[in-house]
């Protein structure tokens, strides 16, 4: 599991500050939400609705082998290195090294950035549901022209808007959370309450099976894709220097996100499951479809654009979310010399202005992906699961780096640990977790049967080209990195195995830094 780390020069300066200017600090309740709005997407809902009573199966099954298990050691992991920025490159590279934690990092920013054209394709089909004839509003969202048009523009105001700093971004993705995700998946759920207790004909069979038919090699193909639903809770970690007491209350904002995700994940199915029939659910438009019918139902058919518009600001709340958060580790990252000095420009308000625009270039190519696609549901889908494999490949580093680190830095402080003793619960809840992992990475190659992919010859090129091309790119970039490449001006702190004199120095400067910062906080 473990290599060597290699030990070539870090080359930056420890008398520098960082070009991130400081932000104002994150508190327990904005980060769960923030964490929350990164995880949550009602957007998932239709395509666990089809299992009926055994989804809740899947969700829980999933977050005992993969939502816990990331919480966990995000937790621990975040803890350990409170000072030192990086995330999962921080992490993975503690561990394994350099070449493996810029893996780790670059693909965390590579699924985000081919993830957004998914989320934003279920922005799109909210914004089609703002008029009032619902076959027309149907048509609307599955016209690919208008699907482009809606994804660029969406996530080009939320790149403007990551533009201002985070400050920003932590109000926007805090309003939009609970406007555009907490309030419509509650309302869900309420709408779904009402209209049984009212007399109304349950679409799902409450009498069915909790535990799904394993013989069907297909159900569990596409519930594989649950584990994405899940992916983003250790995003988070980039953000723990921006918090107050992080080795304290960055715990707490996971675990009660985990919570809160779990049960709106379950709750939300279940009342979407309610109105309408398996047979009938579309993995794009459902969820829209399944409001207007309960509405319907009430006579408020005035409310479906109302709903409409708020699920569109959620998605714009989460696009914000990942905006802000990979592309800061990989700008943290490329200023101690591992990308070109092209990613490591700033705006005035500190932020990665050209590593944003390098992502929105990359959004814009992808989106044109819409030509070749037969459907907007199969390239919504297939990226999807593209998505899953790069994600799970650097969950399989993070698990890995995980129980190496207790033995190469066992003695190193863990404000928040798993097990108080030993290392056997570590074994158990990160053996899990790369398990898991391991299991969804083999499955998400395998195209689902119950959506048209077109031609398969497509999907295997995309999704084995996809993982082969951004896996090798990190190798191929470190191969011609130079040092001329390091910002003078970068703070990135050295790993703890850099047992040069200056690395250590630079190391307890950092340490003695955070710690008297923490005593006046």
Known sequence: MATKPDKGTTGTSASKPATIKAAAKLGVFTLMIMNIVAVVSLRGLPAEAEYGMSSAFY????????????SLVAAELASMFPYQQGGMFRWIGEAFGRKAGFLGIWLQWVESTIWFPTVLTFGAVSLAFIGMDHVADSHLAANKLYTIVVVLAIYWIATLISMKGLGWVGKISKIGGI?????????LVVCAVAYLAGGGTSQMDFHGDFIPDFSNFDNIVLAAS????????EMSGIHVRDMKNPTVNYPKAVFGGAIATVLIFILGTYALGVIIPAKDINLVQSLLVGFDNYFKAFHMNWF???????????VLAGVLTWVAGPSKGVFA?????????LFQKTNKAGVQKNILFIQGGAVT????????????ESFYQILSQLTVLLYLIAYLLMFGAAIYLRYSMKDAERPFRIGKKGNGLMWLVGGVGFLGSLLAFVLSFIPPDQIPMGSPAVWYAVLFGGVALFVILPFVIL???KPSWVDPKSDFVPFHWQKDSESQARLAAAREAFEKKSAQS
Do not use: K
Not at 61 to 67: G, S, Y
Not at 179 to 187: F, Q, S
């Open 479 to 481: 191969h011609f990195r």
């Open 59 to 70: 969700y829980l099954f999933a977050a005992l082998v993969f939502l816990i298990p990331v």
């Open 304 to 314: 479906t654009p109302v709903i409409a518009i708020a699920l569109a600001f959620g």
């Open 365 to 376: 190519l992808l989106a044109l992906l819409f030509v070749v696609m037969p459907s907007v």
């Open 179 to 187: 406007v555009g995700t907490i309030i419509p998946a509650g309302l």
């Open 333 to 341: 990252v490329g200023q101690a010399g591992y990308l070109p000095p």
């Open 226 to 233: 649950i584990f994405l639903f899940y992916a983003g809770m």
